[in-house]
């Protein structure tokens, strides 16, 4: 992105306000849209959109959901894959309930379930902070899991104890099931997460998303000022477990297929925070870059080395990603905690002076 | 210097009155039976040595703190304790003796902030972006951006807080004080740590905030000049009681503040 704002001047606040107020940004985000809406769909094979598109977005829409409450807020939570499971399974019981609604109406409305969860399980941060609120949240993430094993209705009393996708339609295309396309629910899923993460690119440039980041940079002050601390910690709770609870969703709906209590445990809680931390905290751009490195990083691994002709058994892969990941993740929380979205800001700074060093 | 005093300004009735304010921290006396009034339009000055609770004064004032007797009366309705939310919404605004800005965020979003109160769109329209939600924000920007104009900061809008020197600093705090367009201003060391011309520039903000929009001033300050300058009456505070109160030359040449400072013992 070699370019300068130069000579762009705003007129009016109007314009400087705008969510991509330089012209190149625009023609890159629409390029980058024509291409995820249009190029893809016509060349990417079943497994690249199977494999890797459609899970790291649904990826990147969960990061996007902590990223919220973890780097917005400043309120850790390690019940993400509790609140994924909420949306999941409250996706289930809708579908299960009212067979003839649409199945994307159920999709994103199982994320105000979750919201609904998440609101629960936010009430303690009005009066614990920091470690013990990470603890509280934990303790959710149990119970929730919990509930995913143990309570019998939620999964319809199937023996197997775990969800079955069947096909569902849309326009008398399958979206949903073991007939639907990957091209169908890649494009389904893209959707959503584009039109999700306009809504929240919008929230935290505003008001909203003002009150969160005063929250968390002084929690004290910002009250001094008139913001109402419970309410905007509420707030975060219920949208960041809205977007968890959808992304839960369509990861069994429109990924998994089925969904087993595993696929929502503390190990989901853990690789989403990674994808945060990694990515960027308290950057939405940061969420989708956080999560194509955790989920393409073994795949890379995996499949580099078959290129020259070299090849590495899976456990391998799975131990050097460990590592790696590991790595990445101390030299991120030690070296720079604002993530790759802040590497990104740094290159596009230092290219924009090039070939000065200042 | 005395733009305040000759430009005919007209001080109102009380506004703020505090009454047999006690406040005590385990068991520290931080404030004993303290009482005193600050009137609309005036500077008011709160002066004293180290520890003598002047700042706990201004927390008690905006509901920082909870005092266990006396009575604060805002504009005639008589609390026990201001809840720090009810305290900004009937516009009282504060900057504080050690920074408490929003590092993270830049110049503009901190303004912004203190323009929340004011700003009504629901989060729906905000996340929607839809023309109620903008028109809002680009009026709040407009204000904002004439604070800023105001404090001479434009070059900085958008560098956050954290960067910014300790004086640049002083200033983006009043300047979110002052987006909230409170009625009443309380100032803990604005000019604290600044060199000469800081100080020089932050003292013309003050009177010209005080002069032009009408806001009542609470201003704690060490250097007796500045207070000299720019207040119209002084309350002066020792061990947490109240010593002497008046306009600057009465205070000054009251014997228990000259003792006082020079550390004469009770
Ligand atoms: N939150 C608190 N907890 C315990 N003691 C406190 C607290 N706040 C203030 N104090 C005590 O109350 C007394 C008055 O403190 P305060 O900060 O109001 O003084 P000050 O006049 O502002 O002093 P300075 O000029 O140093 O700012 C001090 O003895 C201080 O230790
Ligand atoms: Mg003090």
């Known amino acids: 992105m070699l370019y300068r704002e130069v000579g762009q001047y705003k007129t009016s606040y109007a314009a400087d306000q705008a ?80 067979p003839h609604v649409n199945i994307i109406v159920f999709i994103l409305f199982s994320g105000f379930f979750a919201a609904a969860v998440g609101i629960v399980f936010g009430l303690p941060s009005l009066r614990i902070k920091g470690f013990y609120l990470a603890v509280a949240t934990l303790a ?39 007939t639907a396309t990957s091209v169908t629910r890649y494009l389904v899923v893209l959707a ?89 905290l308290g950057s939405l751009l940061g969420s989708f870059l956080g999560a194509t490195l955790i989920w393409g990083l073994p795949i890379l691994l ?20 460990f590592m790696i990941l590991g790595a990445l993740i101390i030299f991120f929380l030690i070296v720079e905690p604002h993530g790759l979205a802040r590497l990104w800001q740094i290159g596009k700074q230092k290219l924009r002076v090039w070939p000065f060093p200042y | 210097m005395a733009v305040g ?14 009454e047999g304010i006690t406040l005590s921290f385990g068991g520290v006396q931080a404030l004993q039976d303290v009482s005193f009034d600050v009137r609309e339009h005036e500077v008011r000055a709160i002066i004293g040595p180290n520890g003598a609770g002047k700042s706990s004064m201004l927390n008690v004032m905006n509901g920082f703190y909870q005092p266990q007797q006396g009575v604060i009366r805002f504009r005639g309705r ?47 329209l905000q996340a929607l972006r839809l023309g109620p939600a903008m028109r809002e924000e680009i009026e709040h920007r407009r204000a904002a951006e004439e604070i800023i104009d105001f404090l001479e900061i434009q070059h900085i809008r958008r560098t956050p807080v954290g960067r910014l020197p300790y004086g640049l600093q002083k200033r983006v705090e009043l300047a979110r004080a002052l987006a909230m367009e409170p009625a009443v201003l309380l100032l803990d060391e604005p000019m604290a ?31 007796m000049g500045v207070v000299m300058d720019i207040s119209d009456r002084v309350v002066v505070l020792d061990y947490g009681r109240k010593i002497s109160d008046g306009t600057p030359d009465e205070v000054r ?14």
């Open chain 1, 192 to 280: 959503i997460v584009a039109v999700l993460t306009l809504l929240a690119a919008n929230l935290v440039r505003g008001r909203t998303g003002r009150t969160w980041m005063a929250v968390r940079d002084m929690d004290l002050a910002a009250e001094l000022i008139g913001i109402r601390l419970y309410q905007t910690k509420l707030l975060s709770f219920a949208v960041s477990s809205f977007y968890c609870g959808v992304a839960g969703a369509m990861l069994v709906f429109l990924y998994l297929g089925n969904a087993e209590p595993s696929s929502f445990d503390i190990n989901q809680s853990f690789l989403i925070l990674f994808m945060v931390i990694i990515g960027g």
């Open chain 1, 302 to 321: 995996r499949h580099v080395p078959t290129y020259f002709g070299l090849s590495i058994e899976s456990a391998k892969v799975d131990q050097s990603t």
């Open chain 2, 5 to 18: 005093l000759d430009s005919g300004k007209k001080i109102g009735g009380v506004v703020l009155g505090l």
């Open chain 2, 253 to 266: 040449s009251d014997q228990a503040v000259i003792d006082a400072y020079l550390g004469v013992a009770h």
């Open chain 2, 193 to 223: 740590g600044m060199n000469l011309e800081e100080k020089q520039d932050m003292c013309r903000f003050v009177l010209e905030v005080n002069d032009h929009y009408g806001t009542t001033v609470v201003l704690i300050e060490h250097d």
């Open chain 2, 78 to 124: 008589e609390h026990c304790w201001m809840r720090p939310h009810a305290a900004a919404a009937m516009g009282i605004a504060r900057t504080f003796q050690n920074i408490a800005l929003f590092k993270g965020m830049t110049v503009l979003d901190n303004i912004m902030v203190g323009r929340n109160l004011k700003m009504r769109c629901n989060f729906l």
């Open chain 1, 19 to 98: 969510l991509l107020p330089i012209l190149q940004d625009k023609i890159g985000i629409a390029v980058l849209l024509l291409i995820a809406f249009v190029g893809v769909p016509l060349t990417a094979s079943d497994f690249t959109l199977n494999s890797v598109l459609i899970p790291i977005l649904i990826f990147s829409l969960a990061a996007t959901g902590l990223n919220l409450l973890t780097g917005y807020t400043g309120l850790l939570s390690l019940g993400t894959g509790g609140f994924m499971g909420v949306g999941a399974y409250a996706c289930y019981k809708l579908m299960t309930l009212f």
């Open chain 1, 140 to 178: 959710a993430q149990f119970f929730l899991s919990w509930c995913f094993i143990r309570v019998p209705w939620l999964y319809n009393y199937n023996i197997s104890a775990s969800i079955e996708v069947p096909t569902k339609m849309l326009f008398g295309i399958a979206v949903t099931g073991p």
